[in-house]
Structures are given as structure tokens and as C-alpha cells.
């Protein structure tokens, strides 16, 4: 099996309030038909990728909470989209708030799947590091509430294989973290498959709006390179219910280059020739964990 | 006390073989004496600052090699360099190779030093991370020994306070791993200093060398930016003895932002005013370790 994969970015443009998911799956079969055309393998969606970004605004009544939550994956909503994929062959991911039994209750969390050439999904990552705030914050332009909305995911990032690769998923703030990309490399992840909804404005420092573009690329740049990982970042982006949401959607070569980018913020495909040999090219030189790493020297990294 | 230093970067063009550590002084102390008049009270010098970069020779010949290592720091040869840092009220840091007995027998660092403006040295760091290799490797175009000449640092990455902020060092190649500034952020270092020696020429990557000043400022700037920290990474640079050296050294504030840059390839000073207080911005909001960093989720990091 070649070890060169073509990997498509879907990005989308917002999804209002009131659209439905039937009508933002059709844009995703869209922008599917789009890669295929490309050529691609693999397509990556946004971080909740089925609704608006719903932890924007505070709701105290649960009902009206869920409507924005899947309480199963795949559902009737996702079929389509899951039938194109796999009549074209194409894996994918995307992101979508999940409601779910478990331990004997009811439990939330923000979510992505993994899903096979065939259609299967064969694997789930729950977000790890929940960004803003749990409680209503009025002051606020808007709200960030994925704490009060979500528990944070409890396992490890696991390595998918797929395509004769391995992929790791990570949801949007997990991307700042040099954790997330060094656990994911440390279990042999070759791609990391990031979706993200990242406002422009950031409440307790809007000094630093104009840096956002800027953090989103350089935490995705210094997580390639320092693990010789290929890494994929796709946002749903343009003005959501009034919240600008960066765009920049972007494919990072293991050298830590972008070597695709997204150009607008509406819905919009970019793709990439990844191959997956090129990690080898760090991982076995300047980033060989084994030889050049000092886990004893880092003992608080992983203190809790 | 004030929360603003101003600090400098203090570049190094080429250092011969056969030049004196008495010329190698003599050239820092006409560096302190450009920063004293940019207001300095900090200034950054590489690593291996008194002698060239002797780790791409192979020497046999231990003592051939020893003629590189200091025994005692300060020792006379330094001596101008601390009397007139000490006169104008300047703290430094430099790197140098040391010789030292430790546990009853010889044993060789890559080592810096943190020198108060009463001219104490306050603390060592002892490189953590060597890179290179231990055997003589005759197909490389230039040796890269520090595997051989040096043993590596058994230390974590102490902070250290001066100027009324919290200083930590780590030298050349600590700054590609992630691991080093979160541990030392970890212990409250609000300023990471890094010297370095970087050939443009890396042996087993040569399609790489054209990314060695991108991979520099890429790690350094998510470093500052993921962990809220000034990061001030100054080189010695320019064609020494046949091997061009990384230079654009640089100051990085807690954004990621890079605040002041060389621009040559040879001795200068480059400063910016650093507010301490601005790592706050970042440490307690985006990367608020204690709210947001979820350690249990990474069991691999220091793992032995």
C-alpha cells in the first residue's frame, strides 16, 4: 500500500440557528463531492460540525440544550452524507455534540468520529481540553460555555489506523497544547485530524484578537514539526450569529510547513499529496524520542 | 520594583579556533557596553561563548579536547567581563563547556551560567538535551560531537529569581522540545534565556537546511506562547572556521510575538523592554495550567 494519502480540509462557512442538519449534511456531501474531485482519501470536517455553534449563548433549560446534541452517530440526519462517503470510498471526520448513556447516566461531551473507506465508524474521541467558562458570564459579547455544556473526554488519544496510517483526533483547543500532539506522536499518530470553531474575539484578552490567525497556525506548526506529524486543521469559520470565527483552515506537512490553506471563510475544500514517510525524516533525526528525549527531566508534565 | 527589564540579546559573529578567550571577552565586553547603552539590565550571550564550536571536530585526544573546557567559572580569563558587568549593575548569562569533578570523578557539560548584577553566578543549568552523535562519522561534512564531549545535564530546569522576575535557562537544542519550556513554566519562569550554536547544515536532513531559521523562531515563539513566557534566544553565528551558523537571534514576548531580531551575522545587540507581568495575560486565561491542562491524559510524557 502507498504510503502517500491525499487529505482533504472541509471547511465550512456558518451554520445559522435554524438551519437544519439536513441542510448542513447536503453542504457536507457538497464539499465531499468536491474532494473526491480532488482526488481525496480523507476528509476532514469542523469541530461540531452539524449545528452553530451552540456553546455561544447560555440556555438553562436542558430540552432546549439538547436539540443541538446526536444521540446517536450515525443517525438519520448523517445518512447521506455517510452513503456518499462510502459509494466514493472516502474516510472522514467531523465533529458533533454527543449525548450518550454511560455509567449508568446521562453524559455530554464534544465529539468527533473517525470513519472508514467502508462507512464504519472506528473510533470516537471525546475533547480532552474544554475551553471558557461554566457558569453565565453576561459581560460577555457572547458566551463560551463547553464547560457547562460538556464533560471533558476521559481517554487517551488513540491512534486510528487507516489507509495504511495512523491518525489521532483532536477538537479545537487541544491544538494549543504541545501535550496533544507529543501523546498522540508518542502512541505513533502520523496524522493529527483537528476541527475547530474558534471565535475571533477572545473576551478576557481582546488585546490579542488580531493574533488569533496567528496562534491557530503556530501552535499546528510547532506540533508538526516537533513530531514529525502531518496535521490537519479545518474551522468552521465567516460570521456565525453574528460571532466571527477564524478561518485559515490549513494542511501541515511534518516539516512544520503549511502546504495548503484555506483562502475564504465560507464553505471551501483544500487537500494535499500527505505522505506519510516524510515523518520518518524527524522522527528519526532531531525528533527520535528514544534517543533524544529526557522523560525523567519533565517530571510535572504529567504530575497530577 | 518594576515589572519592566529591558533585556538585551547579545549576538556573536564568528569565533576562530586559534582566537584567545582573552579576544572572545573582549568582544563581550563590547557588547555589554552596546546594551549598558540601550539600557539593559540583562544581557543574553550564546552558548559556548568562549571558544568556537569546537563539537564539529573529532579529537582523539582528550587533552586536545580539554583545551576548550573551563575548570573554574568565573576563572581569569572571564574576569573583564564579570568587573564590568559588575560596574555598571548588569545581570548576564553565557554559556561555556565545563570541566568539573562531581562524584569523585572528571566529568564535561555544556553548561551556562546566571550571573546577578553583584556579578555571583546565582545558578548553572547543564544542557539536558545534547543532539549530535558519539562516534566519528567521516561522511558528514562537519562533526556534531556533543554526545561524545559532553555528558547530558541531571537537573530539571531550575527558575531562578533576579530583577524581580523568575529566570530559567536552557541551551540550543532544549528549545526544539516543548518539554522544556512547559517545565520550566511549570516552576514559574517568566524568561527562558537560550544560546545556541546552529549550523545551517544539518547532516541527515539536508533538504531541510533551508527551514533552520523558520524551525528556530517557530519553537521558540509556540514555546513563549504556549506557556506565557519571554523567550530570548540569542546565537553565535556567521561562517565559523567553514560552518555557517543560524543567526537571526531574537526576543519573544509571551504572545509569540517576535519583538526584536538581529539582522546581521556577526556581533550586536539587539534589546526589547520585557514586562513581566505580561505572561499573566496568557497564563491565566488560554493556558491556566491548573484549570485547563488536564495531566492525567498524559500518562506518556514522563514516562521513563
Known sequence: MSREIIIAGAQMGPIARDESRASA?????????RAARLGAQMVVFPELALTTFFPRWFMADQQEIDIFFETAMPNDAVAPLFARARALGIAFTFGFAEKRIADGRVRRFNTSIMVDTAGEV????????LPGHAEHEPWRAFQHLEKRYFEPGEAFFETVPLLGG????????DR??????????LRGAEVATIGYNTPLHYAQMPDHDHLQSFHNHLCMQAGAYQNGMWVVGVGKTGVEEGCALLGQSCIVAPTGEIVAMAGTVGDEVIVAVCDLDRCAEIREHVFNFARN????MYPLLSAT
Chains 1, 2 share one sequence.
Do not use: G, Q
Open 25 to 33: 449534511v447536503a453542504r457536507m456531501v457538497a464539499l465531499l463531492d
Open 122 to 129: 472506528v473510533a470516537h474521541y471525546r475533547k480532552i481540553h
Open 166 to 173: 495512523r491518525f489521532s483526533m483532536a477538537i479545537c483547543n
Open 176 to 185: 494549543r497544547w504541545p501535550e496533544t500532539y507529543r501523546e498522540m506522536a
Open 293 to 296: 528525549r529526557r522523560p525523567a
